[in-house]
């Protein structure tokens, strides 16, 4: 499974931004995949994930209600379209892809045993 990350740049606060992951060798509808992302200094943190089966999607409080992650599963491709970003959503983001994932292991970054390479996102204020 190679994964391959873009959207990110830098932005104003208030403004949206869209990522997109693109997976190719994926097999399995009981997949998931995630969205982590690493502050300057700070560890990576969970954003999102969603299964690929019945798309079974989870936040983190932080980013609820202004990111939407979404999959399409035709193209292979998972999005993160993020909204209202704000300077503390500045970080590398990363797309991350697990096998088998159930449903109260999504947060997790031992989940996802394949990672993208990181888009940088950076809001001024």
């Known amino acids: 499974v190679q994964l391959v990350e873009s959207g990110g740049g830098l932005v104003q606060a208030g403004a949206s931004l869209r990522l997109s992951c693109s997976t190719s060798?994926?097999?399995?509808?009981?997949?998931?995949t995630a969205w982590f992302r690493q502050p300057p200094g700070k560890e990576r943190e969970f954003v999102a994930a969603i299964r690929w089966s019945g798309g079974t999607t989870r936040y983190a409080n932080s980013v609820k209600d202004r990111f939407t992650i979404s999959r399409d599963n035709a193209r292979n491709t998972a999005y993160l379209q993020m909204n209202s970003l704000n300077p503390e959503d500045t970080a590398v983001y990363y797309c991350?892809?697990?096998?088998?994932?159930?449903?109260?292991?999504?947060?997790?970054?031992?989940?996802?045993?394949?990672w993208g390479q990181g888009t940088q996102v950076t809001v001024s204020s």
């Open positions: 991350g892809y697990g096998s088998r994932i159930i449903i109260s292991t999504m947060t997790l970054p031992t989940s996802y045993d394949y």
């Open positions: 060798g994926r097999t399995r509808n009981s997949d998931a």
